[in-house]
């Protein structure tokens, strides 16, 4: 039978052969093409010849090529445009997939012919990014455990089991808890200053449980709108002392001594493995690289924005005095008081912003911001192949007429969309045989979809994602490196959001918005005192966001980068310490954040949380470079695309971005268009 997944799918830029493939096509592929990719491994440790960088590193870059292909269309698709039966096949591929990754990276002889490789590297004569990709190659196997003695390993796969399920446990038991608290209000009169929305949606729920009356939860669609809107103090602490009490009630879902467990085997990991913590193994593949820096960075940030922090909290409390007489501003407050503030300063409305973004003129604004900076031409095709009618296809070129990239775009909801916005890829850009191959790039978002008898319009949230997601998008299309791990957005965790951060910042800007912000009916361009309302609303009260980051960053730290956490005795005393200094409410006894903190202790953040502000830093600091000499400065554009995003990961990003800014970044200019300084 023929399976379109495992042939040349001989189409237009080889793009991805979407109204071919079936679905049942897919399982059979994977089988097919693990398999291959399995034989290309054995070739690799099987040859007779003595291991080389060509002959071991680069044919073991190259090996797989088939697998990924169909794993980055598969799973591109479980995003945008899924259905049960991709589902299951999902369920089904995720551990075939995951014991292939296991198998390469457990095998032995292929370590040995890696290492040997890796011992010589002084005398290969390498380019930089050859050093790179060999360096990143040897350290996926020393860093699972490659160089340990048997017993050693043995020790590592039992703490890695052991985390596994200690952090799903931590997640479930985060989950329960959440379900688990109920707020029934039955006398109308409680709910008021809250929307209407938010009125209905307590009214089904409580109907949908068979309850009279309006249930507010702890799911943030319920929560939010309370904790913003509700006049009512009392049930507001009610509901806030809950959110802050998940995995800390010492019950059976209590979290308190896994997170002990959690952050002591960590500890004990990174020491297996030669690292000082679970901090330093982390942040060795960071731009950040140390604990030391990163908790210089957070500290030097935290006194720079304190006073500000301290002078908006003081306004804050001021404001809660006079509305309501509220003697102790307290965190059940907070997000009331901000918003009804922020309405009294600014008063903006997405409706008055919206008729100024139609989507289709946003997506040309940056299209010609693109332009502007780097020469680039966006085109639509029509020869290629979608996944859906509501995708946009482009074929993207440069100046002198060269082909550069594919572009997919896919903006609006549907069933089988998950929510959100992000970027992807159908093809990396690599070089193989001296022949340049060119990426296949996509970014899919929720915007709000154009009706009968009006456009697509855009929030300003919408504008700004759209142009972040449009910045991953030229990471990926611009890249220029040999080997596809290294190239786009194949980046430190910690660099990945500048491109995309820094993109945001033309949304900001008359000379930009200029270009593509009129009105959809008149063609005026959108007044300027709407656009400092929009630039001085984005500073609202970023002294105390900052402190709050800051307080997340230094807690995720002191966690994972001090001594061994075995002698912990209290998880509430030690977060208080580490909270010290950055707490502008009083302290809540029943509460406790490391209990619920699912970025550091489920998910991936751990020793990570820091990167949201190192980006910011990043971004703020590379558009002030911009803002020195024009917006649209095409030597400052061409510095960044040739040292930045061209580069991908071939080099350490610091050193990329002292050749893009000729200098280390620095947190002032970040700190002035946050309104602190
Ligand atoms: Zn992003």
């Known amino acids: 039978m023929e399976n379109i997944l495992l042939k040349n799918y001989q189409t237009p830029y080889n793009t991805a052969p979407f109204s071919k493939i079936s679905n049942n096509d897919f399982l059979r592929a994977f089988k097919k093409a693990i398999e291959n990719a399995k034989i290309e491994i054995d070739a690799i440790v099987n040859t007779s010849e003595q291991p080389t960088f060509e002959n071991t590193i680069e044919a073991l870059e190259f090996s797989g090529e088939q697998l990924d292909r169909i794993s980055s ?139 009279g009356g309006w249930l507010f939860t702890l799911d943030y669609p319920s929560y939010i709108p309370f904790v913003t809107y509700a006049n009512h103090r009392e049930l507001r602490k009610k509901i806030t002392i809950a959110a802050g009490k998940k995995g800390f009630h010492n019950d059976e879902l209590d979290n308190q001594n896994i997170v002990l467990q959690i952050t002591t085997l960590r500890h004990e990991r990174a020491n297996l493995l030669g690292y000082k913590t679970h901090a330093h193994f982390v942040l060795e593949e960071r731009m950040a690289k140390t604990p030391e820096k990163v908790k210089s960075f957070l500290n030097e940030l935290l006194v720079k924005a304190k006073p500000a922090a301290e002078r908006e909290f003081k306004n804050l409390q001021d404001f809660a005095k006079e509305s309501d007489g509220i003697q102790h501003l307290e965190k059940w407050d907070g997000t009331y008081y901000s918003e009804k503030l922020k309405q009294k300063l600014f008063s903006l409305d997405d409706e008055k912003l919206k008729p100024y973004f139609k989507l289709e003129n946003v997506i040309n604004g940056a299209f010609t911001v693109a332009n502007k900076l780097f020469n680039l031409r966006f085109e639509k095709i029509q020869t290629i192949d979608k996944y859906h009618e509501d995708v946009l296809t482009y074929k993207v070129t440069n100046s002198n007429g060269e082909f550069i990239a594919i572009f997919y775009a896919d903006f609006f909801p549907r069933k089988g969309k998950r929510n959100g916005a992000w970027m992807t890829s159908y093809k990396p850009q690599y070089m193989k045989n001296g022949q340049q191959e060119r990426p296949h790039i996509s970014i899919v978002c929720n915007f709000t979809k154009p009706t009968k008898s009006k456009p697509s319009l855009l929030t300003f949230n919408e504008v700004t994602t759209l142009f972040h997601e449009f910045g991953h998008a030229l990471h990926g299309m611009l890249a220029n490196t040999t080997y596809p791990s290294l190239s786009g957005t194949s980046v430190y965790w910690d660099f990945v959001e500048l491109p995309s951060q820094v993109m945001e910042n033309w949304c900001y800007e008359k000379e930009a918005l200029e270009l593509f912000a009129t009105h959809y009916e008149t063609g005026e361009v959108i007044p300027m005192d709407l656009v400092e309302k929009i630039k001085e609303s984005a500073t609202f009260l970023q002294g105390m966001q900052t402190l709050r980051q800051i307080s997340f960053g230094l807690l995720d730290m002191s966690w994972h980068g001090g001594e061994s956490p075995v002698a912990i005795k209290s998880v509430k005393e030690f977060e208080n310490n580490a909270f010290a200094g950055t707490q502008l409410y009083p302290d809540v006894p029943e509460n406790c954040m490391s209990t619920s903190f699912s970025h550091i202790f489920q998910g991936g953040y751990s020793s990570g949380y820091y990167s949201y502000k190192w980006a910011e830093v990043l971004d703020a600091d590379a558009f002030e470079y911009f803002k020195e000499s024009g917006i649209f400065n095409k030597e400052v554009a061409t510095k960044f695309k040739d040292n930045v995003l061209s580069q991908g990961g071939t080099e350490d990003p610091m050193v990329l971005y002292k050749r893009f800014r000729g200098q280390e970044p620095k947190p002032e200019a970040l700190l002035k268009r946050a309104g602190l300084i």
């Open 73 to 211: 269309i598969f799973f591109n698709l479980n995003s945008a445009e899924t259905n049960e039966i991709i589902q299951k096949i999902a369920q089904e591929v995720s551990p075939l997939l995951s014991e292939f990754g296991n198998d390469i990276t457990l095998n032995e002889a292929l370590f040995k012919r890696i290492k040997s490789v890796y011992d010589s590297k002084d005398t290969l004569n390498l380019t930089t990014e050859q050093q790179t990709l060999l360096d990143k190659k040897y350290k996926s196997f020393s860093r699972n455990g490659a160089n340990l003695p048997e017993d050693k390993k043995e020790k590592l796969r039992e703490i890695d089991k052991k985390l596994s399920q200690l952090t799903l446990k931590f997640g479930e038991n985060v989950l329960a808890e959440t379900n688990k608290f109920e707020m029934l209000i039955t006398d109308e009169a409680d709910l008021s200053g809250l929307p209407e929305g938010a009125i209905e949606a307590a009214k089904q729920l409580a109907e949908s449980k068979e309850k």
